[in-house]
């Protein structure tokens, strides 16, 4: 939440009981993505980011519990610019979808940073709870409204088990990101977009 300062210049955003200045705030985030891209998540240590942020780690300790959480908003930000389609036609929202989260998984650092934060998830179970509901869940909720406004139309069969397509869809990329045994590339969207078979007629919907 944004508050104006009795002088009415400063603005603070207010978490539970952890003021923060947004000036502030700014700039953590920047350093952020500098060092992220510069080298990858190893490269966001608390050190790394309070010197190029030129402030204190208990400034950042004050307002996150630690890397990962630090992080984390860095791919939140990331992910809420990422496209919404909705072309009238499931096929081509889909190709849009899918083709913007393979690019930022594959171009620069932030494919690499993802797979350390899922990496996280799996032996931090507070951070995987985090992890889940504030960056993935999105992203499953903003697929699941393709799917459903696709059923809505009738590009998709009634009886396609919405919640499946999701894990069907997303297994793929995350085998990939995490392996790197083969590439997250146009080709790798239209096979997989044809192996789903979405279209009523097709095998899966007979």
């Keep these: 939440m944004r508050e104006k300062t009795g002088g009415g210049n400063e603005t603070m955003l207010k978490g539970p009981g952890r003021p923060r200045s947004a000036a502030t705030h700014t700039a953590i985030q920047a350093a952020v993505a500098e060092l992220v891209a510069e080298g990858g998540y190893p490269a966001a240590s608390i050190e790394a980011v309070a010197a190029r942020a030129g402030v204190g780690k208990q400034t950042i300790y004050r307002w996150w ?14 992910a809420a610019t990422l496209p919404s389609p909705d072309t009238g036609h499931l096929i081509e929202d889909l190709r849009i979808y899918l083709g913007a ?5 594959t171009i620069g650092k932030t494919g690499s940073v993802v797979a350390a934060l899922m ?31 696709g059923q809505t139309r009738g590009e998709l069969a009634a009886h396609r088990d919405i919640d499946l397509l999701l894990d069907l869809i997303y297994g793929p990329l995350w085998y990939r990101l995490l392996l790197r045994h083969a590439p997250l590339d146009e080709t790798f ?17 007979s």
């Design 101 to 105: 989260t393979c690019r930022g998984w």
């Design 65 to 78: 519990p630690g890397k990962p959480e630090l992080v984390l908003e860095h791919l939140i930000g990331i």
């Design 189 to 205: 969207i239209e096979q997989l977009l044809a192996e789903l078979d979405l279209c009523p007629g097709s095998a899966s919907d």
């Design 119 to 149: 990496a996280e998830s799996q032996v931090n179970s507070q951070f995987g709870a985090r992890f889940y509901h504030e960056l993935i869940a999105g992203r499953r909720e903003a697929l699941k409204t393709l799917l459903t406004r």
